[in-house]
């Protein structure tokens, strides 16, 4: 079982994919802010972490590294779930740290396979 960690400032999607994730046998952790989601991300190390890029207390990239400069947390896996379809977000996500960028809304099947492949 992995523990994964949704950082949306969406409460409909935080919901979705949590029910998703535990249905599929994992537990989901959830953040509305980056803040919150920074200190989830260090009180609870998940194995994986999915944000969104446009959160209310910081850009989604800051808070990508911020992630990589932490010791305790620099060695999470982090996605970013975006409805944005710029492709600059894309390669700017990749350049701060970023694993992977998908589109929301975003497949279970999708969600299973990245799942499996960052969580062993």
């Not at 998703?20 to 998940?46: C, D, F, K, M, W």
């Not at 060695?75 to 944005?84: K, R, Y």
């Not at 492709?87 to 350049?95: F, G, N, S, Y």
């Not at 497949?107 to 299973?112: A, D, H, N």
Request: proline letters at 6%.
């Amino acid at each position: 079982m992995a523990r994964i960690l949704f950082i949306d400032d969406d409460p409909m999607t935080l919901e979705t994919l949590s029910k998703a994730v535990e249905i599929l046998g994992h537990q989901a952790l959830q953040a509305h802010t980056a803040g919150e989601g920074l200190e989830l991300a260090r009180q609870q190390s998940p194995d994986l972490i999915f944000t969104d890029l446009r959160l209310p207390d910081m850009e989604g990239l800051a808070l990508i590294g911020r992630l990589h400069d932490d010791p305790s947390t620099a060695s999470i896996p982090v996605l970013v779930l975006s409805a944005s379809p710029a492709l600059d977000e894309i390669e700017r996500a990749q350049a701060a740290g970023a694993q992977g960028y998908l589109h929301k809304p975003i497949r279970l099947q999708t969600l299973l396979d990245l799942i499996q492949k960052h969580c062993g």
